[in-house]
């Protein structure tokens, strides 16, 4: 506090400022003046809520001086800057992360203390932004994250839907939906910038003449018009100047195409276009990793993409710049192919704007763009149906032609005579209908092309990419993904941060490799007392949290056995549930069996359309009901659903874990991330070499990982060999026996139809080879209650973990994107003082 005083000091700003000051005195000024003059209330009548308000823009204030000047230095110097693309945004709450990151987090806890409450109890008010699905919306927040802690100039750009995530509750065993309704009650950390503001036209067709020069001039005549209006949100670095922007853009009707209706007296006309330009950012698809192909969907990712392209466009012309030169000035992250739609309408800006020649644009736009991929699943590749596509952007599909006829003479050069490759690599599929392939088009109209984990990436180049990577290798490599340590342990496990910290101090918070230091304290007997003291105190808090969100009682001496994430066949939910039912026959046949006492922890969502997915949540409740109330168990196993997962959630849930289960179907998961924040909390990982599990084993070491299953290479060798799941189920007469009690209804009060489209799946197709691998699965996990027992061993290999986790920080991510495909650096912002500025 002292050193931010002396250098406000320093800096000519008022120390006790009510805006900017620190101290706990200022800041207990700064929120009753917001509750009075923003909320418009005194104490005694003031909501959580108003002090909620009033303490984040309290907060908000002391963000404001650095999002300015960081603002001030990115537009007027010659610095890079990145833009990273994504339909998702998955942030989580803001207030006690800006605490962190602006290093006021305890005199803040005093300042609300004085004022009568505990900070806690405002934080637990915020309602999160559920502006994303899972993964890859999880990873765009860290990566901003990182970006701004690393002083990396950076904005990401989206869409502010009004409705994000759903909210899901357990009815009856059962996934019910309700909208998420976040901005209800405002949201401080938003600024509305009503003057930035774009228009995206939409549907329409295409004129073409020769205009007085010779020419050809492709006019888009729209069939509509929306506007983009820019809103904020300042993404603050960890103990930086950096206040980086995230600019989300929200559809509204422009005030011109009122007008024409209001005049020709078509009043609920002119309403009527209102509603559907709002329309257009007002809810989130629910999908994940399941491409759901309306044409609003397509409408959202142009309107979007459309509003950052002309967005970026505007600021570097503002500069004085030319536009030959963007590519310098901008470099687009595209987050998987949501946004690919981009590499078009650059060419479209380019072009009909800013009236360039194809080469030069061409030469711009394949600058500009790299692209992620996040999925190797087929169902996830987004393809558009010509005809729909044609409709909603006509210009865009002529150049769309455009680039695929110039590409594929290169191709034709290349492969000469090989027809599967040009149909593989062509921008437009033929089947029965006509249709556009994302993947292809943000592949061709990139520099660069990553996965996001070694195994990953290297299946890309052998898989669905292949025919590009023969291409033009040049462009791939791997950049595997990291997370947070901010919001995944300073923020969430405040306790173990305090633990770590008083061992090897806090650098390790910047730089995550340091907590290698940890390791010679693994084996310290009054470490690991200390270690699983913290565990067991955030595994009774959790204990606490299931209490009251769902009356039931577990045991935090048990084994937390927890699997958190989004319910997929391929992540295999099930796979887990048919052990729970094997322990438990365990237990049936022999009441005084000795097992290690475990509570299986599961929370996720489905896509509500999802229907096997859906039942898959109801088995888990099905057998969590029977298995809960069974005399016999005498409480030994407990199943747990914690409904609607969210980041808020993930926070209360991580730290508690003992057991982090990754067992999805190997060569199915890009990297995951979850799996990261589990082992960084010191849980330890039972996992298929999927994904990122395969470097997390190498780094911890593979006697501290507890792995199973096939590989990737198997599954596909057993595949290709004729895979018969009946076989397994013929062989294994536990297996039979699990399967047979669902199908009998000893889980479903003898209803035998309810899972049978589940049963019926594993038994004949089993895509995800769960039969293939229970076998397998129940062994290690007979080695896991073995290992638990040694309570020494087990801390020791937890510690470990955590220490051995480095790499997997977003700072080392984001430092390999910004060094190997970015090419953009730091710059450390100086201050304006805001008192001077005039
Ligand atoms: C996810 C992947 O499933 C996950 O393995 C990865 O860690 C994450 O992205 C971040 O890279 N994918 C999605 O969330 C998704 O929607 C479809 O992919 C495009």
């Given at each position: 506090i002292e050193e931010a005083a002396a250098e406000q000091v320093k800096n000519n700003i008022l120390v006790e400022d009510a805006r900017t000051g620190l101290s706990v005195d200022a800041l207990k000024r700064a929120i009753s003046n917001n509750?009075?003059?923003?909320?418009?209330?005194?104490?005694?009548?003031?909501?959580?809520?108003?002090?909620?308000?009033?303490?984040?823009?309290?907060?908000?204030?002391?963000?404001?001086?650095?999002?300015?000047?960081?603002?001030?230095?990115?537009?007027?110097?010659?610095?890079?800057?990145?833009?990273?693309?994504?339909?998702?945004?998955?942030?989580?709450?803001?207030?006690?992360?800006?605490?962190?990151?602006?290093?006021?987090?305890?005199?803040?806890?005093?300042?609300?203390?004085?004022?009568?409450?505990s900070l806690d109890w405002l934080i637990d008010k915020e309602v999160e932004p559920g502006l994303g699905n899972g993964g890859l919306g999880r990873l765009a927040a860290c990566y901003m994250d990182s970006l701004a802690s690393l002083e990396v100039p950076a904005i990401?750009?989206?869409?502010?839907?009004?409705?994000?995530?759903?909210?899901?509750?357990?009815?009856?065993?059962?996934?019910?939906?309700?909208?998420?309704?976040?901005?209800?009650?405002?949201?401080?950390?938003?600024?509305?910038?009503?003057?930035?503001?774009?228009?995206?036209?939409?549907?329409?067709?295409?004129?073409?003449?020769?205009?007085?020069?010779?020419?050809?001039?492709?006019?888009?005549?729209?069939?509509?018009?929306?506007?983009?209006?820019?809103?904020?949100?300042?993404?603050?670095?960890?103990?930086?100047?950096?206040?980086?922007?995230?600019?989300?853009?929200?559809?509204?009707?422009?005030?011109?195409?009122?007008?024409?209706?209001?005049?020709?007296?078509?009043?609920?006309?002119?309403?009527?276009?209102?509603?559907?330009?709002?329309?257009?950012?007002?809810?989130?698809?629910?999908?994940?990793?399941?491409?759901?192909?309306?044409?609003?969907?397509?409408?959202?990712?142009?309107?979007?993409?459309?509003?950052?392209?002309?967005?970026?466009?505007?600021?570097?012309?503002?500069?004085?710049?030319?536009?030959?030169n963007f590519y310098e000035k901008f470099v687009v992250q595209l987050n998987d192919t949501h946004p690919s739609i981009g590499i078009a309408e650059m060419m479209r800006l380019l072009l009909d704007v800013h009236r360039m020649e194809w080469d030069d644009a061409w030469k711009v736009t394949t600058k500009t763009f790299a692209y992620t991929n996040h999925t190797l699943l087929p169902e996830a590749l987004e393809t558009w149906d010509l005809e729909l596509f044609a409709s909603v952007l006509p210009r865009h599909l002529d150049i769309i032609y455009e680039i695929n006829k110039r590409f594929l003479v290169d191709v034709t050069l290349k492969f000469f005579g090989n027809h599967q490759k040009i149909d593989s690599l062509s921008l437009i599929g033929e089947?029965?209908?006509k249709y556009i392939k994302m993947a292809n088009l943000a592949s061709v109209g990139s520099f660069a092309i990553n996965g996001v984990a070694s195994l990953h990436t290297e299946l890309l180049k052998k898989t669905v990419l292949k025919d590009w990577y023969e291409f033009s290798p040049e462009k791939f490599s791997n950049k595997t993904n990291g997370v947070t340590p901010r919001r995944w342990m300073v923020l969430s496990n405040p306790q173990l941060t305090k633990l770590i910290t008083s061992k090897i101090g806090d650098t390790w918070i910047k730089h995550l490799e340091e907590l290698k230091g940890l390791e010679k304290y693994a084996e310290d007997p009054e470490f690991q007392q200390a270690w699983m003291e913290v565990k067991l105190e955030q595994k009774k808090k959790l204990t606490r949290k299931i209490h009251g969100t769902l009356g039931m009682i577990v045991n935090p001496e048990s084994l937390f056995d927890i699997q958190v994430k989004r319910i997929h066949?391929?992540?295999?939910?099930?796979?887990?549930?048919?052990?729970?039912?094997?322990?438990?026959?365990?237990?049936?046949?022999?009441?005084?069996?000795?097992?290690?006492?475990?509570?299986?922890?599961?929370?996720?969502?489905?896509?509500?359309?999802?229907?096997?997915?859906?039942?898959?949540?109801?088995?888990?409740?099905?057998?969590?009901?029977?298995?809960?109330?069974?005399?016999?168990?005498?409480?030994?196993?407990?199943?747990?659903?914690?409904?609607?997962?969210?980041v808020t959630n993930a926070q209360k849930i991580y730290p508690a874990a003992d057991l982090s289960e990754q067992i999805s179907t190997a060569g199915k998961e890009a990297s995951g991330t979850g799996n990261m924040k589990l082992s960084l909390n010191g849980a330890l990982?039972?996992?298929?070499?999927?994904?990122?599990?395969?470097?997390?084993?190498?780094?911890?070491?593979?006697?501290?990982?507890?792995?199973?299953?096939?590989?990737?290479?198997?599954?596909?060798?057993?595949?290709?060999?004729?895979?018969?799941?009946?076989?397994?189920?013929?062989?294994?007469?536990?297996?039979?026996?699990?399967?047979?009690?669902?199908?009998?209804?000893?889980?479903?009060?003898?209803?035998?139809?309810?899972?049978?489209?589940?049963?019926?799946?594993?038994?004949?197709?089993?895509?995800?080879?769960?039969?293939?691998?229970?076998?397998?699965?129940?062994?290690?996990q007979d080695k896991i209650d073995e290992a638990f027992r040694d309570k020494s061993n087990w801390a020791r290999m937890s510690i470990l973990n955590t220490a051995r986790m480095g790499k997997f920080s977003s700072d080392r991510s984001i430092r390999e994107y910004c060094n190997e495909i970015w090419k953009v650096e730091s710059v450390p912002v100086e201050l304006i003082d805001p008192s001077k500025t005039s």
């Open positions: 509750l009075f003059y923003v909320q418009g209330k005194y104490p005694e009548i003031a909501t959580r809520n108003d002090y909620f308000m009033a303490i984040s823009y309290a907060v908000r204030d002391r963000m404001l001086q650095r999002w300015t000047s960081s603002v001030r230095q990115y537009i007027s110097g010659k610095n890079k800057i990145v833009s990273y693309l994504s339909a998702e945004y998955l942030l989580g709450p803001h207030l006690a992360n800006n605490l962190i990151n602006l290093d006021i987090y305890s005199q803040m806890e005093q300042a609300v203390k004085e004022l009568g409450f990401g750009y989206g869409i502010r839907y009004q409705f994000g995530i759903f909210e899901q509750a357990i009815s009856d065993g059962w996934q019910v939906e309700d909208t998420d309704n976040w901005l209800r009650r405002g949201n401080p950390w938003e600024i509305a910038r009503r003057e930035i503001s774009y228009d995206v036209k939409l549907g329409g067709h295409v004129q073409r003449y020769i205009d007085e020069k010779g020419k050809l001039i492709n006019n888009w005549i729209p069939g509509w018009v929306v506007k983009g209006v820019a809103y904020d949100t300042p993404i603050l670095g960890y103990k930086v100047n950096t206040a980086n922007t995230l600019r989300l853009w929200k559809s509204e009707a422009p005030r011109t195409f009122d007008f024409q209706s209001f005049n020709a007296g078509e009043y609920s006309n002119a309403v009527n276009q209102k509603i559907i330009c709002e329309n257009i950012s007002k809810v989130l698809y629910p999908n994940d990793e399941q491409i759901e192909g309306k044409k609003l969907r397509l409408q959202q990712q142009y309107f979007f993409v459309s509003c950052s392209l002309q967005d970026m466009i505007n600021i570097h012309l503002r500069s004085g710049d030319k536009i030959e089947g029965r209908r066949e391929y992540k295999r939910q099930h796979l887990n549930v048919l052990h729970i039912i094997t322990l438990y026959n365990r237990i049936k046949r022999n009441p005084d069996i000795d097992i290690v006492p475990r509570t299986f922890i599961f929370a996720g969502k489905s896509a509500p359309g999802y229907r096997k997915a859906k039942l898959i949540i109801k088995l888990i409740n099905a057998v969590g009901k029977v298995v809960n109330n069974d005399p016999d168990v005498k409480d030994r196993l407990k199943v747990v659903f914690y409904p609607n997962y969210n990982t039972v996992g298929t070499l999927d994904g990122a599990n395969v470097e997390i084993r190498e780094c911890v070491g593979e006697e501290n990982f507890f792995l199973f299953g096939l590989t990737a290479d198997e599954v596909e060798k057993t595949k290709s060999e004729g895979y018969r799941p009946w076989e397994y189920y013929k062989n294994n007469k536990y297996l039979r026996e699990v399967i047979d009690q669902i199908n009998d209804g000893y889980f479903s009060q003898l209803d035998q139809l309810i899972f049978k489209e589940l049963t019926d799946s594993l038994l004949y197709d089993d895509q995800f080879m769960v039969l293939a691998d229970y076998q397998s699965y129940v062994e290690i």
